[in-house]
Every structure is written in C-alpha cells, then in structure tokens.
C-alpha cells in the first residue's frame, strides 16, 4: 500500500519507541547549534503557546521563523538600501531639473516657438516702408548704321550708357497685411502654449521613470525578503526531515514555494535593471550608470487630492494652444480673402539717371522719383474664392478641435481624480490585508509546526504574504502617478 501524505502525517503523530526523546534531545542541540548563527542576526518574536503533550507524542523545538515571517513594523516600512552610496540620493525635483537640460522634444518645441517668432518680426515689418539704395548700370550699342553713334541700338534705353542711382523707401498696401500680423501672432501664442505642453509632457514622463525605478526597488526588496523567507521555511522543513519528523513531500513543497519566491525575485530584478536604464536615458547618464534615486515614498496624502479643484483647467497649456490656433485659422481667412482685393506698391526715391557721369549732366538729371502701381484682381478662374473657402473649413475644423479638446481636458481631470482616490483607497486596503497576510502566515507556521495543519497552509500563506507586499508597493505607485496626473489635469 502506498504511502499518501495523510497516511505520512499520522504516521509523524504516533508516539516513537522510548529511548526516541534522548534521540530527539540530541537533533534538537545539533540544530540549535546550526541555526545559532542566524538567529543572533534576527530579533526572536513572541513565544508561541505549544499544545500540551506527552514526552513520547512532543515535537523538538525547531528554531524560530523570524526570517520567515518579519515584524509587521519592517514589512511596510521603507527598506533601507543594500549598499551605501557616496553621494545624496537623486530627488524628483533634482531629477526633473536634470531631464529638462537634456535633447528632447522640449528643445525641439523651443526651435518652433523661435521660428514662430520671426515670423511675427517679419509680418510686423512688412507694414513699414522699406530703405533701399538701388545702383543700376546699363550699356546698349549705338544704332546701326551708326549715322548719330549717340543713338541706341534698342530704343527701350535712353542711352548708349545709362547711368542710375536712387536712394528711397518702397513699400506695398493690401487688406492681408494686418491680417497676416494676426495669423503670426496667434502662431507665436500657439507656439508657446506648445513649448509649455512639450515641457509637462517631458515632466510626465520623468515623473513616470522616476517613480517607476523606484517602485521597481521597492517590489525587488520585496521579492528578495519572501525568497529569503522562503529559503529559510525549507531549510528547517529539511532538518526536521533528515530527524523523520515530517514527510519527504513536505520538504519538495518548501523547495517548490522557494522556486515560485525566486522567480518573482529574478523578473523583479529584470524590472529593477530596465526601469533604472529607462531614467538613466532620461536624465543623460550612460548605460553603465545606475541613477541612486530616493525609494518610493510609503505614506500618501490625501489632503492634497481633495484640495485641487478643476478650475485650472481653462488655463492649460493644452486649451490655450487650440485657442491660438483657432485664431490663426480665421486669420487666414482673411488673407486668402485679401488675395481677390486691390494691392497697392509704392516707392519714392531721389537720385540720377543719366547717360554720363559728368558733373553737368548729373545736376540736369538729378530728381525725384515717385512710383505706385495699383493691383486690382478680375478673374482668376475662382483660384481665390476655392482658397477662401478651405480657409473657412479649416478655421471650422480648428474650431471642432478646440471643442473636444475642452471636453477631452474635463474628462482627464476627471479620470484622474477617480484614480488618484481609488489609488489612495487600495493603499489602505493593501495595508490591511498585508497585516492579515503577516498574522495568517505566523499563525500558519505555528499550526504546521504542532502538526495541526498540512504544510499547504503554511505555503499558501507565504505566497499570500508575498503578493500582498507587492501590491501594497504597486498601490503606492499608482497613487504618486495618479496625483501627478491630477496635479497636471488641474493645470497646476
């Protein structure tokens, strides 16, 4: 008949032969001098009460589960890091300032918002009247048969040689001149509400590899805690089998629950390397350097959730970039509508224009010159009204933009809102249950060691403990994450 490990465990319940008690005093000093080592490193919890027994039925005393099950007191608390380092952990704020200096799109946004600047120079200044000096100097051969050899070939020119200076202003009058000025200008606002959306978006993402490496951190000492935990559970669970105290099968289920523990250290430590890579590129360090970041914050604040109120939304950078840029969208209306009016060009100079540059003949020639040309449109084959009217759909197209984006900018303050106070709820919640998991692992231990209990209980509830730190630490992430979200929704 084959052994099962119900059969395994009445078979560890019945009373051993008589001499067994010194047998089992003697396991008891090699094992407490084998575990005297750890537990002078590791603060020894409150004694259990042990179930009354005879000498014969007894179990030997296994050494305490200290590092199987820490103080409540260390399990939330920030965890200290591994290694000292030279210099002060990397603040947010430190971090941020040091991202913001790096190639990003926020230097790309500042070179459009530079370039929407001289745009709006140079439509101001096409207003005003322009200085010019224009020297000119012609030669056409004399006429043939040369009969009068001061006569011109081409009699479009005035002389064999021409000579002509003038100094004066140019300059030209239409109705898309102002409203070219508007256009740029609406650009130019435009192109700094982007600037500014461009630098949040930079801090976004500084906040969420920030935060990210930290928690990364914090769910690998996480980890490493439940696998050293683990290790220990099947360390005594094979002592007490090579002294027959328990089944094999119980000392394979200790070695598979330390498996399960070092796989989720191994991914943590993957998610730890990839995270701090992604915030060394941020800030500009090299693949070789890790960023030495404070660790993620283990108490929240939910004054400042309830304190933010959606009236900064209207003046988000976001909203203000649609508006110019609905401005802009009716200003080039009126500039496509300019291009079917009259233009007016102007110059008035005063210089010479003579055929030789003798002092006599330079005095004759010397004047003033004042020209104006007016432009007056007729029939383009509906060139100018087809390009007014995609002037108008596109300030109508810009106009829908601006209308969703106010509702879309609504709709993320709310969004993050909820998730900020839904993140500030399951922190509570994940507190809770870790202090239930921590008490359900030691009550398991101790149900298992009095042989009350399969050790499948006390497995689970190291598994219990073990995904309960882990999501205490994700809840605290996604709070700071969501309150930045918040923060940025409101326009703060």
């Keep these: 008949m084959k052994s099962t490990p119900e059969t395994l465990?009445?078979?560890?319940?019945?009373?051993?032969?008589?001499c067994f008690p010194l047998v089992r005093l003697l396991l008891f000093i090699l094992i407490t001098i084998a575990g005297s080592s750890t537990r002078a490193q590791q603060s020894s919890p409150p004694a259990q009460p042990q179930p009354e027994s005879s000498?014969?039925?007894?179990?030997?005393?296994?050494?305490?589960?200290?590092?199987?099950?820490?103080?409540?007191?260390?399990?939330?608390?920030?965890?200290a890091p591994t290694a000292a380092s030279a210099s002060p952990p990397l603040s947010l704020l430190s971090a941020t300032t040091t991202a913001l200096q790096q190639?990003?799109?926020?230097?790309q946004a500042q070179l459009d918002e530079a370039i929407a600047e001289g745009d709006l120079r140079q439509a101001q200044a096409a207003i005003l009247p322009r200085l010019r000096s224009l020297s000119t100097y012609a030669y056409n051969s004399p006429a043939h048969p040369p009969a009068n050899p001061g006569n011109p070939s081409f009699i479009a020119q005035n002389a064999v040689r021409e000579f002509q200076e003038l100094l004066g202003v140019t300059g030209e009058l239409s109705f898309g001149v102002t409203a070219t000025v508007r256009r740029s200008r609406a650009l130019l606002q435009a192109a700094h509400a982007g600037t500014e959306v461009?630098?949040?978006?930079?801090?976004?993402?500084?906040?969420?590899?920030?935060?990210?490496?930290?928690l990364a951190s914090a769910k690998r000492r996480a980890a490493d805690l439940s696998l050293d935990a683990a290790r220990e559970f099947e360390r005594v669970t094979d002592?007490?089998?090579?002294?027959g105290e328990v089944p094999e099968v119980d000392v394979i289920r200790a070695r598979l629950q330390t498996a399960a523990r070092l796989d989720d250290a191994l991914q943590a430590r993957e998610a730890e390397v990839i995270t701090n890579a992604s915030l060394a590129t941020l800030l500009g360090y090299d693949m070789t350097t890790t960023p030495n970041i404070e660790p993620l914050p283990q108490s929240i604040d939910r004054s400042d959730v309830i304190s933010i109120s959606p009236?900064?939304?209207?003046?988000?950078p976001e909203l203000i970039q649609l508006e110019a840029q609905s401005r802009a969208a009716r200003a080039d209306i009126a500039v496509a509508r300019a291009d079917r009016l009259p233009r007016l060009t102007y110059s008035i100079d005063e210089g010479f224009d003579s055929g030789t540059l003798a002092s006599a003949e330079l005095r004759q020639h010397r004047g003033i010159l004042a020209t104006a040309n007016l432009d007056i449109p007729l029939w383009d084959w509906g060139i100018g009204r087809s390009r007014q009217h995609?002037?108008?759909?596109?300030?109508?197209?810009?106009?829908?933009?601006?209308q969703l984006g106010r509702r879309d900018l609504y709709l993320q303050y709310a969004t993050a809102r909820q998730e900020a106070t839904t993140a500030a709820e399951r922190v509570g919640n994940a507190r809770r249950a870790l202090n239930d998991a921590e008490k359900n692992v030691t009550i398991s231990i101790a149900r298992y060691r009095a042989g009350e209990a399969p050790i499948l209980e006390?497995?689970?509830?190291?598994?219990?403990?073990?995904?309960?730190?882990?999501a205490l630490q994700q809840a605290l992430y996604d709070f700071q994450i969501a309150q930045a979200r918040l923060r940025e929704a409101a326009g703060l």
């Excluded at 000498?55 to 920030?78: D, E, H, K, R």
């Design 311 to 316: 009236e900064g939304v209207s003046r988000r």
């Design 239 to 243: 002592l007490n089998y090579r002294a």
């Design 458 to 470: 006390a497995t689970d509830a190291q598994t219990t403990v073990a995904a309960q730190r882990l």
């Design 55 to 79: 000498p014969s039925t007894q179990s030997p005393a296994l050494p305490p589960f200290s590092a199987v099950t820490p103080p409540p007191s260390q399990v939330g608390s920030p965890v």
């Design 198 to 214: 461009a630098r949040r978006a930079l801090v976004r993402g500084v906040n969420q590899a920030y935060y990210g490496a930290a």
């Design 390 to 402: 995609q002037a108008a759909l596109r300030a109508r197209g810009a106009e829908l933009q601006l």
């Design 103 to 107: 190639a990003s799109a926020l230097q």
């Design 9 to 18: 465990l009445r078979k560890r319940r019945r009373p051993g032969p008589a």
